[in-house]
């Protein structure tokens, strides 16, 4: 089951996962992917960029709405 604010799930790294500002910290694997696919779950920065990718699956990440301003 997707969590608050979460728009899409991927976990075969073409689709992303969009979420807001309320989901942040942003970490991997998230709340909707299978249990049987987990790796160490891991905080990605994401606020400055408004996208980041898992460096142990491969999964993208996009902030709605873009970077977040002052949070660099």
Do not use: Q
């Not at 991927?10 to 992303?16: E, V």
């Not at 942003?26 to 994401?46: A, D, G, Q, Y």
């Amino acid at each position: 089951m997707s969590g608050p604010g979460i728009v899409a799930a991927a976990t075969d790294g073409l689709a992303p996962v969009v979420v807001t500002a309320k989901d942040l910290p942003v970490f991997c694997p998230n709340k909707s992917m299978p249990r049987w696919s987990s790796h160490p779950r891991v905080f990605l920065e994401i606020a400055p960029t408004g996208e980041v990718m898992c460096p142990y699956c491969g999964t993208r990440y996009v902030l709605e709405g873009g970077p977040l301003p002052g949070r660099h």
